[in-house]
């Protein structure tokens, strides 16, 4: 929602004072150049990279128009599975989490949190490192080792997705460059005509680095912030688990654990110690 207002905000800055000034929107809308841009860019996209890198890439434009799961319910919702899961590991011990890492769709407390089932990378990273932690053959300092390798490598392919679009917005202008070369070529062709056409052809060759620049700047550009702000979310998530485990492998209860856990968060999506107490006790209630 924000990008689309974003946006918005952008145009009316724009067009508003253009129009004030006396400005015509007609010679304005060429749809060929814009054709041109966007096609010569998404066309070096396309060469740039492989079929998953560009379905990535996609999916990670269409996300930016999506509000962000990683709320502060979401964040409650984390805290309370894995406090949950540590607090059978302390009444029964690690084995007693084996079925459950096994199948999380089968199990009595992987299905109380929907949110956290729905992400697949997420729930992948919490039973693969609770089955080591049940395996026992690993020490704290390995497994933190391996979570910062996996969060490392998790983050930089989110990010390759950024990195693809902020090229992109980086290409624009020099394709509108290249759009209005080409319709300086056609006026060139046409000097036989009157002043007043040739004048409209000049206008229509410059629209083309003016859109470019627009393109560019105004709209590709923040999509590729947004997409970094998205992929700094979901390894804050990984992060937040992994302080969580590792404080219960270092021998401290489940609460102390969780606590670490919400210290790790963003202040805007982080809950009070109240609000994540109030909110555990009434998950252990149900």
Partial sequence: MMVIIGWVVALLTIFVPYLMSGGMLGPLVQPGKFIMIFG??????????????????????????????????????????????????????????????????????????????????????????????????????????????????????????????GALADSLPAFGIVAAVMGIVVTMGSLHLPPAELGGLIAKALVGAFLGILLGYAFMTPLAKGIEAKAAESSKALQTVKVVLLASLNGFAPQVCVEFGRKVLYSNERPSFSELEEDIKNRKGK
Avoid: Q, W
């Fill in 40 to 165: 010569a860019a998404f066309g070096a996209a396309i060469a740039a990279s492989n079929i998953h890198a560009f379905k990535h890439m996609m999916g990670s434009m269409a996300s930016c128009f999506k509000g962000s799961k990683y709320t502060k319910s979401f964040y409650m919702e984390l805290l309370g599975l894995l406090f949950e899961l540590l607090a059978k590991v302390r009444k029964e011990g690690l084995m007693s989490l084996e079925s459950d890492v096994e199948e999380p769709d089968k199990s009595a407390i992987f299905t109380k949190y929907p949110n956290i089932t729905s992400n697949h990378h997420l729930l992948e990273f919490i039973t693969d490192y609770l089955r080591l932690m049940v395996g026992g053959n690993l020490n704290a300092l390995e497994i933190e080792n391996l979570m910062d390798t996996e969060i490392e490598t998790h983050h930089h392919e989110e990010m390759h997705a950024s990195h693809s679009v």
